[in-house]
């Protein structure tokens, strides 16, 4: 890797650790040069301003995070393609609300839920391929009974895991039992 590339990946490492341990007001250019042991214009040659460079922290985390989850192998019945999947997306769901918080907030001032929304927009295509995948597994095992095609609806899963994912958070449901119960919620609502 080049030694610039080096640079630029050490200033979005020292971004994101910053932004996970505290108030994003308190980020400063300064900060973060001190943080990578670097001097402060060295981050302007990056990145024109501390927005771009969150943004540009955040989008990378987004791509490792994608990379995670589709990294996870398929299991051999549908339940551990399932559970391997869904523990690996609480994993990185707790990083994201860790960064940026609860989906329904928006803890960086500077971006708004459209940009957000748009950042990771681009992600959700590879991960609703991979729900494809587990869905289908569930069809050819027999547990999902394909009544309808959900390959082509799969927003509605991702707005069904969306809404129980915030009443996780909010009722601090523990994980192995959030995970039990999405399952059974989602194989109801696919077999309906």
Do not use: C, W
């Given at each position: 890797m080049e030694k610039s590339q080096v640079t630029k990946n050490k200033i979005l490492d020292c971004t994101i650790e910053m932004l996970k341990s505290g108030d994003m007001d308190?980020?400063?250019?300064?900060?973060?040069?001190?943080?990578?042991?670097?001097?402060?214009?060295?981050i302007y040659e990056y990145f024109p301003s501390k927005e771009e460079l969150v943004k540009s922290a955040l989008k990378r985390e987004i791509d490792i995070s994608l990379e995670d989850f589709l990294s996870v192998k398929m299991g051999k019945t549908l339940y551990?393609?399932?559970?391997?999947?869904?523990k690996k997306g609480l994993e990185?769901?707790?990083?994201?609300?860790?960064?940026?918080?609860?989906?329904?907030t928006n803890n960086i001032s500077f971006m708004n839920k459209e940009e957000i929304d748009e950042m990771v927009s681009g992600a959700l295509?590879?991960?609703?391929?991979?729900?494809?995948?587990?869905?289908?597994?569930?069809v050819n095992e027999g547990t999902i009974t394909p009544k309808r095609d959900f390959s082509?609806?799969?927003?509605?899963?991702?707005?069904?895991?969306?809404?129980?994912?915030?009443?996780?958070y909010?009722?601090?449901?523990?994980?192995?039992?959030?995970?039990?119960?999405?399952?059974?919620n989602v194989l109801i609502l696919v077999n309906n």
């Open positions: 308190t980020l400063s250019m300064s900060k973060i040069a001190t943080k990578a042991e670097i001097g402060k214009s060295t551990e393609s399932y559970y391997a999947h869904m990185i769901a707790q990083d994201a609300i860790q960064l940026v918080g609860f989906p329904s295509l590879p991960v609703f391929e991979r729900l494809t995948e587990i869905y289908f597994q569930g082509d609806k799969l927003y509605v899963l991702a707005a069904f895991f969306k809404g129980m994912l915030l009443e996780k909010k009722h601090n449901i523990p994980d192995e039992e959030f995970l039990s119960d999405l399952y059974e």
